[in-house]
């Protein structure tokens, strides 16, 4: 029994050393490029402000550190039991045992930080819109056509006064959940056609870091445009997308805040909308 007292409790710290699954759904953690906008975070939890370099270093850090210590303590732990012939006389049905308690509470620690996510529900339900065929992406004659635009000072909002933001935000919709879909499915190659390389070469290496396959399914999504201005040689648009999705695999819900930062270059007519940034939460 007292073996067992003291194997458990290894265990929990195991436990905790494992970081928890991210990358579920595309872009998670954020990557590319940041730029200001009303919506920076989300209204649940308002961070310490933080230059972008330092807001996506700091969590991997912490995170590193975090499961380099709970694992030296747990080998510490072991490495004790070990020493101390704890482990002489352990039958398979002990071991059995021992096995079912820390799944047990592996899932069960994992279950309390599901329920701790956030939650938020979308304003409106948008299942009415249908997926676009992905060469199409964000097509020019749904952005931006010459005209004028109306400024703001903090955050700008340079709309020409024939642009359709109500066609722009259903296809940013349709094309949200025809990457997420590429996401689980591993589909790189149309990922590709959305993103720039930069941005790419960084989802590439988190989704191929995955385990599992992710199995999530946007339950309520909706859209509205937060930021959009002008160079001499690009346009930029940011695109705020709040709703809810499902994890199939651990029947968990979470909440979506992700903002797309959206360049079009201006030096060629056909040029489709790329995904240069993506803040994600």
Same mark, same amino acid.
């Given at each position: ?17 494992? !970081? ?38 700091? !969590? ?35 071991? /059995?045992?021992?096995? /079912? ?7 069960? /620690?994992?279950?309390?930080?599901? *329920? ?41 909002? *340079?709309? !020409? ?41 960084? /989802?590439?290496?988190?989704? *191929? ?24 040689? @690009? ?15 651990? @029947? ?15 030096? *060629?007519?056909?040029? !489709? ?9």
């Amino acid at each position: 029994m007292k073996f067992f007292v003291t194997f458990l409790s290894a265990m929990f710290l195991l436990v905790g050393a494992v !970081p928890e699954a991210d990358a579920k759904r595309f872009g998670s953690g954020g990557f590319g490029k940041s730029y200001s906008s009303p919506f920076k975070s989300s209204p649940a939890k308002q961070p310490a402000k933080a230059s972008p370099e330092q807001g996506k270093a700091a !969590p991997g850090r912490g995170g590193m550190m975090g499961g380099m210590m709970g694992g030296l303590l747990a080998g510490g732990l072991f490495a004790y039991l070990l020493g101390s012939g704890a482990f002489e006389g352990l039958q398979i049905m002990d071991m /059995l045992l021992i096995g /079912l308690a820390v799944f047990v509470i592996f899932r069960l /620690l994992k279950g309390m930080g599901a *329920n701790q996510a956030r939650r938020p529900q979308a304003a409106n339900a948008m299942g009415g819109h249908q997926s676009a065929p992905h060469a199409q992406h964000f097509q020019a004659e749904q952005a931006f056509d010459s005209g004028s635009a109306v400024d703001t000072q903090e955050h700008p909002l *340079n709309l !020409p006064s024939n642009f359709d933001a109500d066609a722009f935000i259903g296809g940013a919709l349709d094309h949200y959940r025809l990457v997420q879909q590429a996401w689980n499915d591993g589909n790189l190659d149309l990922i590709r056609e959305y993103v720039s390389q930069d941005l790419f070469d960084a /989802l590439a290496a988190q989704r *191929n870091r995955l385990m599992v396959p992710p199995k999530t399914d946007i339950v309520d999504l909706n859209a509205e445009i937060v930021r959009a201005d002008e160079t001499t040689q @690009k346009r930029e648009i940011s695109i705020l997308f709040r709703g809810l999705c499902k994890d199939e695999l651990e @029947k968990s819900e979470d909440g979506i805040f992700d903002v797309w930062h959206l360049e079009r270059d201006l030096n *060629n007519d056909d040029a !489709p909308w790329i995904v240069v940034g993506i803040e994600a939460e």
